[in-house]
């Protein structure tokens, strides 16, 4: 070994690396206190901390790109009520059925279950109360810049790209919209405070390879809670996909057991390079390995070692990881 490597080596042991600080990503905004993927969702968001602020993107008729969860309306809105006649033989309406015009009337509530029309988190917005409105991916993006200036604090952002394949199936070819409108803001590389998210591996590997998107991709996996059989435990899968995404975003049920103790996921996942974020944290809906959200938490960044979290509740991660002496990561 030359003086030169061997200096290097005592160098590394001396001084590791400091771990990253855990992300704090607002799952559809601070949507635990007004309705989700609204403005002053995304608002509240940035005020309380977070380090990172989602967006679910789906498109319009006319291919604009609109920050809702779904590619339904009924839930969120009153759709029904202004455009009795626009559903599909499912009895359900469909963004990309309307144009941006159309979406721009319509009024965003608190989340129903739209068979009962009850809300899905009774203790959360009353959903008749507000004149909530859609907003497109560049107005989100415009808020949160105004944000980054008039605060000095500037959030990460993190679209998710919905069900492309469905989009695609419509008629319509939704990544390369969002990719432009995220490289016309210099959010193209790793260095940005920016994850492009998604659950379908090809529509990655198509970011990556034919639109070659350079900033940081996560895969989001479905699935129940499982423990050893995970299938992206079998040899070399990690490392595969580390070869496209930079992370991996499971349920909370695939990091945590229903034992309460870490599944191999997270520590498989880091051998591998790659980052864990997984969903969702919600105080008025805690997992079931959890006594609190204080046990939820600690279970999650202590002892499963994830590497950020998405959570309803920003204001309630940022707390407990002060708390820790974590002052938090800052995207910029
Ligand atoms: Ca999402």
Redesign the pocket.
């Given at each position: 070994m030359t003086d030169l490597r061997r200096l290097a080596l005592v160098a590394m042991l001396i001084s590791p690396p400091a771990a990253a600080a855990p992300l704090v990503i607002a799952?559809?905004g601070a949507s635990g206190y007004l309705p989700e993927h609204t403005l002053p969702a995304k608002a509240m968001a940035h005020a309380q901390g977070a380090d990172f602020v989602?967006q679910?993107v789906v498109l319009s008729r006319d291919d604009v790109p609109v920050v809702l969860?779904d590619i339904h309306l009924d839930a969120i809105s009153d759709v029904a009520d202004l455009h009795p006649g626009r559903a599909r033989g499912d009895g359900r309406y469909y963004v990309v059925d309307f144009t941006l015009e159309e979406l721009r009337g319509l009024r965003l509530c608190e989340r129903r279950d739209p068979k009962t029309g009850r809300q899905v988190f009774p203790g959360r917005f009353p959903a008749d109360t507000g004149t909530f409105r859609i907003a497109t991916l560049e107005e989100e993006l415009d808020l949160l810049e105004g944000l980054a200036r008039s605060t000095g604090r500037r959030v990460g952002v993190y679209p998710?790209i919905?069900q492309p394949s469905w989009h695609r199936r419509e008629g319509h070819d939704i990544a390369p919209i969002v990719v432009d409108v995220l490289r016309r803001r210099g959010l193209d590389s790793k260095e940005a405070a920016c994850f492009i998210?998604c659950f379908e591996a090809d529509e990655l590997v198509r970011l990556r390879a034919d639109l070659a998107w350079r900033g940081r991709l996560v895969l989001?996996l479905g699935g129940s809670p499982q423990d050893v059989d995970d299938p992206l435990l079998a040899a070399g899968e990690l490392a595969e996909l580390a070869r496209v995404v930079d992370g991996i975003g499971p349920p909370l049920g695939r990091v945590i057991g229903a034992d309460g103790r870490p599944t191999p996921l997270v520590t498989a996942a880091h051998a591998a390079g790659l980052v864990v974020h997984p969903?969702t944290f919600r105080v008025d809906q805690l997992p079931p390995f959890a006594t609190s959200a204080d046990d939820a938490l600690r279970r999650l960044f202590l002892d499963a070692g994830v590497d950020g979290l998405?959570s309803d509740f920003p204001d309630v991660c940022v707390r407990w990881l002060e708390r820790q002496g974590n002052p938090g990561c800052r995207p910029d």
């Amino acid at each position: 070994m030359t003086d030169l490597r061997r200096l290097a080596l005592v160098a590394m042991l001396i001084s590791p690396p400091a771990a990253a600080a855990p992300l704090v990503i607002a799952h559809r905004g601070a949507s635990g206190y007004l309705p989700e993927h609204t403005l002053p969702a995304k608002a509240m968001a940035h005020a309380q901390g977070a380090d990172f602020v989602e967006q679910d993107v789906v498109l319009s008729r006319d291919d604009v790109p609109v920050v809702l969860h779904d590619i339904h309306l009924d839930a969120i809105s009153d759709v029904a009520d202004l455009h009795p006649g626009r559903a599909r033989g499912d009895g359900r309406y469909y963004v990309v059925d309307f144009t941006l015009e159309e979406l721009r009337g319509l009024r965003l509530c608190e989340r129903r279950d739209p068979k009962t029309g009850r809300q899905v988190f009774p203790g959360r917005f009353p959903a008749d109360t507000g004149t909530f409105r859609i907003a497109t991916l560049e107005e989100e993006l415009d808020l949160l810049e105004g944000l980054a200036r008039s605060t000095g604090r500037r959030v990460g952002v993190y679209p998710e790209i919905k069900q492309p394949s469905w989009h695609r199936r419509e008629g319509h070819d939704i990544a390369p919209i969002v990719v432009d409108v995220l490289r016309r803001r210099g959010l193209d590389s790793k260095e940005a405070a920016c994850f492009i998210q998604c659950f379908e591996a090809d529509e990655l590997v198509r970011l990556r390879a034919d639109l070659a998107w350079r900033g940081r991709l996560v895969l989001l996996l479905g699935g129940s809670p499982q423990d050893v059989d995970d299938p992206l435990l079998a040899a070399g899968e990690l490392a595969e996909l580390a070869r496209v995404v930079d992370g991996i975003g499971p349920p909370l049920g695939r990091v945590i057991g229903a034992d309460g103790r870490p599944t191999p996921l997270v520590t498989a996942a880091h051998a591998a390079g790659l980052v864990v974020h997984p969903y969702t944290f919600r105080v008025d809906q805690l997992p079931p390995f959890a006594t609190s959200a204080d046990d939820a938490l600690r279970r999650l960044f202590l002892d499963a070692g994830v590497d950020g979290l998405f959570s309803d509740f920003p204001d309630v991660c940022v707390r407990w990881l002060e708390r820790q002496g974590n002052p938090g990561c800052r995207p910029d």
